[in-house]
């Protein structure tokens, strides 16, 4: 299984962006997914994630600015971000809880990072 993470780059403050991470391989079934995103010198912290249900959580620091959403289809998790500010500027790991089988284990897979700076 693999995550594969696309989307970071460079952005003014105030502006948008869109995050992608595709899941591949064998896998059953996908249950949560969500974005954490680790800045220099701080721990790796939530962002938002999305339950296989379609219930959905936000850090605070986030909240009315980013919306995490699911495309079951096509084993893909996406992180929209809306008027980005510089402390946002951070590596952004996804997240998936995937069984590889019916009677398998859950286990947590992650993205390789994907580098968001936010910056004039």
């Known amino acids: 299984v693999q995550l594969q993470a696309s989307g970071g780059g460079l952005v003014q403050p105030g502006g948008p962006l869109r995050l992608s991470c595709a899941a591949s391989g064998s896998i059953f079934s996908i249950n949560a997914m969500g974005w954490y995103r680790q800045a220099p010198g701080k721990q790796r912290e939530l962002v938002a994630a999305?339950?296989?249900?379609?219930?959905?959580n936000y850090a605070d620091s986030v909240k009315g600015r980013f919306t995490i959403s699911r495309d079951n289809a096509k084993n893909t998790v996406y992180l929209q971000m809306n008027s980005l500010k510089p402390e946002d500027t951070a590596v952004y790991y996804c997240?998936?809880?995937?069984?590889?089988?019916?009677?398998?284990?859950?286990?947590?897979?992650w993205g390789q990072g994907t580098q968001v700076t936010v910056s004039s």
């Open positions: 997240n998936a809880e995937i069984k590889r089988a019916l009677l398998g284990a859950r286990v947590n897979y």
């Open positions: 999305v339950t296989g249900g379609g219930s959905t």
